[in-house]
């Protein structure tokens, strides 16, 4: 009797504390995730004539193939529509480009999306975003409420990583087998694609940064300028690198330093998962199968841009 009782008082004593904290007992995953990439405006004058806004296909095939699925989220939009989109979606990507990080219309609602984001997941949401190059710098942009870019050119280059002492333990880094987190620091598996970025020096001199994420690694630029290449939020599922793991499965043209390898492949093929994963754990839902139908990207199809940019397909809007 004195068991029973006993572990009575545990049960409701753990019950108690999981609500104190906002968590399930037990985690329920969402075994059919779908990701938001946020379109961004046109700056190219050889693709504006295909549309206004734009996703290249590569970042739609590395979402695909961590086994999550897609949905474009369109600038011209109403409040009202963002929050409804906020609230279907399992997770965001922010992409690579080369908009203003704080005029344009891309940044204004990537901000309004990341504060939904922090408001839910201090509610107990989960609600991961993934930021791509211009979109790791928006991320420092929307964190540090200033733009703290400098000169860092690392344009059309391979580079292996300067790993941090935090990479080994950090949620982005942790699943890579032993030999590929070695490889990542001894080979040239990331491609850059960038004029600039965030230094070293900066973001560890800015307390909203520091304090809001955890440095993963660090590049050296031409200039010699040391920037943040990897990060991830300590307290948020906020994920950013400033080069970019997609091109190496989906982007071929042979003017660029796309990595190919063995090791690349891994690199990428793994991190989509993990970002697939990440999506897992929202339980946000389309409130009918039909509307979820209607908003995936398998609605639209790309144009064939190969001719006219790096990008084999884009999608357009």
């Not at 296909?57 to 590395?62: A, G, I, L, R, T």
């Not at 990507?93 to 609602?109: M, N, P, Q």
């Not at 070293?200 to 200039?223: C, P």
Request: glycine fraction near 6%.
């Amino acid at each position: 009797m004195l068991h029973r009782i006993a572990a009575l008082i545990f049960l409701v004593l753990a019950v108690r504390c999981a609500r104190a904290a906002r968590l399930p007992l037990v985690e329920t995953l969402n075994d059919r995730p779908v990701i938001g990439i946020l379109t961004q405006e046109v700056r190219d004058p050889s693709l504006r004539p295909y549309g206004g806004t734009y996703i290249p296909s590569s970042y739609v095939k590395y979402i695909e193939s961590g086994g999550a699925r897609v949905i474009p989220i369109r600038l011209n939009q109403t409040i009202e529509e963002h929050e409804k989109i906020f609230r279907s979606i399992n997770g965001l990507i922010f992409i690579g480009g080369a908009v203003d990080l704080e005029t344009s219309d891309f940044a204004h609602t990537a901000g309004f999306y990341f504060r939904l984001a922090l408001k839910a997941n201090d509610e107990g949401d989960y609600f991961p975003i993934w930021g791509t190059c211009l979109g790791f710098q928006l991320l420092t942009v929307l964190v540090a409420g200033e733009n703290l870019l400098s000169k860092t050119m690392a344009d059309n280059i391979s580079m292996p990583l300067n790993l941090t002492s935090d990479a080994r333990a950090s949620r982005m880094f942790k699943s890579f087998p032993p030999e590929l987190f070695r490889a990542l620091s001894e080979e040239p598996l990331t491609g850059n694609f960038h004029h600039y970025g965030v230094t070293e020096q900066v973001f560890v001199g800015n307390e909203k940064l520091s304090s809001f994420f955890t440095i993963l690694s660090i590049n050296q630029a031409e200039n010699g300028a040391v920037f943040v290449s990897s990060m991830e939020g300590k307290k948020y599922p906020f994920y950013g690198v400033q080069w970019h793991p997609e091109v190496n499965r989906f982007q071929w043209n042979p003017h660029y330093t796309f990595p190919h390898s063995k090791n690349a492949v891994q690199v990428s093929s793994l991190l989509a998962q993990f970002l697939a994963n990440e999506g897992r754990r929202s339980s946000h839902h389309f409130s009918q199968p039909e509307e979820e139908s209607q908003a995936l990207i398998y609605n639209y199809n790309p144009v064939y841009t190969a001719n006219v940019s790096a990008y084999e397909q884009v999608y357009f809007f």
